[in-house]
Every structure is written in structure tokens, then in C-alpha cells.
């Protein structure tokens, strides 16, 4: 029993000296956080500003009106970008970027002025866009239906992709690709797609985009040919995004990117195709 009484007295000891501590943390000023991509399909330019906020404000970021907003090109085109009711600085008219020419997106914003440029690097058009059926046992991939492209790289230049895939006008998750990935890139240029039931008898499996699809749906997918630097900016920008909290997080920290003067985001030219197709029944 009196070891019973010194236990909790203990703990009310210990209940007493608990005491509520506020960390202070530190916050920068704000910053201005630039969003842009233009590319070779023809459709208006877009810019987006917003302001930065602290890492821990949840809150919807507040997007900037008074700024001007003009992408140069050495083709010669000068366009200024209007302030719409989307909180978007777009273009008049839809535009589009030449293979091998550099644009420059200049923003002159609370008396600073903001540039990134970039040059359009060659694409090419998807040779194939198909579906097919993973039966089971095919490794760690769930047997069903999947698309896959096939489509060429430019052996003159190192490539970097982004694919948009949209099944039934929703976006899957975007996937990040590069000729670094050789056999197993999604665009599978080792794979016969005209013959993908003997392919497929040899064990070669075309690497497809990460999700089953079913007779009848609708596909779309986009491909953008982008630069070594946004491309490694999307890697970052997903290591971030991607936090759980844990201890083996890396620390918090904004992804390099192209903008002058202390400017976040990116602003990216990129080269655009995109296919589409419905699943056959």
C-alpha cells in the first residue's frame, strides 16, 4: 500500500513540473511563386503568381492581379498576358513554341523584375497507343488491362518526359520518364507492338502507366518532352509533397528552380503531343 501512495504522488510530481512550451518558428518574407508552361500545341499561354506563405499555413495561396506579365521568344514573338477572372495571366490569342527557339518570361512585380528562360527541345508523335491484357504472374504488376505508348527519343539530345494519362477525363498520377531508363522506359522502343501476344510469350512485357482500364473506357494521354532542370524540379518538388513526417524526411526546402531574384516555381517550354483512344470491348 505505501508503495502505492509513492507512486502517485510521483506522478502528480510529475503531472505538476508538465509544462506547455511554444516554439517560435522562424518565417521568411514573401515571396513570389511563378507558374507558367508553354508549349508546342497551339492554346493560349498561362501564367499563374502567387505569394508564399509559412510551410505549416494550410491555407489557399493568395494569387497576385497587379503584376505585368510578357513572354519574348527569338522567333520574334513579344506577347503581353491579361489578368483574367481565373487569377491567371493568359494570353489574347492561343499561341505556340518553335522547335529550337528560347522564350523568356519577364514579370515585373512591387517594383523587382523576375525572368527564366528556356528553349523548346524536338519531340515526336506517339507511334503507337494500345491496351493489353497482363495475365497473372507477370511480377509484381496485377493481371488486367493497361495502356502503354511507344513512341522515339532523339538520339541527339538527352530527353526528360512528363506523362499526363487520362482515363475517362480524370488525370492518373503524372509519371516522370527519361532516356535514362533504356528497356524499361514508357516508350518502349524494344518492344514489338505489333505483335504483343508473341512479345508477351517471349516474357517481354511493355512497361505500361500504372493503372488497370476496362473495355470501353476512354484514354487520352500527353506527352511533354521537357528540360534536365524541370524535370529534376518535379522530382524535388514530389520528395517535398511526398513528406510523412517521419525522421528519415528529408528536410523542408523549395526545389531549385529558373526564376532570377529570389522568384519560386518555374516557368517551362515544353514539347507537346497527346493521343487518345476508347479501351475495344
Same mark, same amino acid.
Not at 505538476?16 to 500545341?41: F, H, M, W, Y
Not at 491484357?133 to 512528363?162: A, C, M, R
Given at each position: ?6 507512486? $502517485? ?6 503531472? @505538476?513540473?508538465?509544462? $506547455? ?13 511563378? #507558374? ?22 494550410? %491555407?489557399? @495561396? ?37 522547335? /529550337? ?17 528556356? #528553349?523548346?527541345? !524536338? ?14 504472374? %507477370?511480377?509484381?504488376? !496485377? ?12 538520339? #541527339? ?6 506523362? =499526363?494519362?487520362?482515363? =475517362? ?26 505483335? $504483343? ?43 517535398? !509533397? /511526398? ?13 531549385? =528552380? ?16 497527346? #493521343? ?6
Amino acid at each position: 500500500m505505501r508503495k502505492l501512495i509513492y507512486l $502517485i504522488v510521483a506522478s502528480l510530481a510529475f503531472a @505538476a513540473c508538465e509544462k $506547455i512550451v511554444e516554439v517560435d518558428l522562424p518565417s521568411e518574407e514573401n515571396r513570389l511563386v511563378i #507558374e507558367g508552361q508553354i508549349t508546342s500545341t497551339k492554346e493560349p499561354w498561362k501564367v499563374r503568381l502567387t505569394s508564399s506563405q509559412p510551410y505549416f499555413n494550410q %491555407n489557399e @495561396a493568395t494569387t497576385i492581379s497587379n503584376a505585368i506579365v510578357r513572354i519574348t521568344g527569338t522567333d520574334g514573338q513579344d506577347i503581353l498576358l491579361s489578368h483574367t477572372d481565373t487569377g491567371m495571366f493568359v494570353s489574347d490569342d492561343s499561341l505556340t513554341c518553335t522547335v /529550337g527557339e528560347s522564350y523568356t518570361l519577364n514579370v515585373s512585380y512591387d517594383g523587382q523584375s523576375y525572368e527564366a528562360t528556356e #528553349e523548346l527541345n !524536338q519531340g515526336f508523335d506517339f507511334d503507337t497507343l494500345a491496351t493489353y491484357f497482363l495475365p497473372d504472374n %507477370n511480377g509484381f504488376i !496485377q493481371s488486367g488491362y493497361y495502356v502503354f505508348i511507344q513512341g522515339k527519343e532523339n538520339p #541527339e539530345t538527352g530527353d526528360y518526359y512528363l506523362f =499526363n494519362a487520362y482515363k =475517362n477525363d480524370t488525370l492518373q498520377s503524372p509519371q516522370l520518364d527519361s532516356d535514362e531508363f533504356g528497356s524499361v522506359s514508357y516508350l518502349n522502343e524494344n518492344f514489338d507492338a505489333k505483335n $504483343i501476344i508473341a512479345e508477351l510469350a517471349l516474357g517481354k512485357t511493355p512497361r505500361p502507366f500504372p493503372f488497370t482500364v476496362e473495355p470501353g473506357d476512354s484514354i487520352r494521354v500527353e506527352q511533354f518532352v521537357i528540360s534536365r532542370a524541370y524535370y529534376q524540379f518535379l522530382i524535388d518538388l514530389s520528395i517535398q !509533397q /511526398g513528406r510523412s513526417g517521419s525522421p528519415f524526411d528529408s528536410p523542408p526546402a523549395n526545389p531549385n =528552380n529558373n526564376l532570377s531574384n529570389g522568384a519560386l516555381g518555374f516557368f517551362s517550354v515544353a514539347h507537346k503531343v497527346s #493521343e487518345e483512344m476508347v479501351v475495344p470491348e
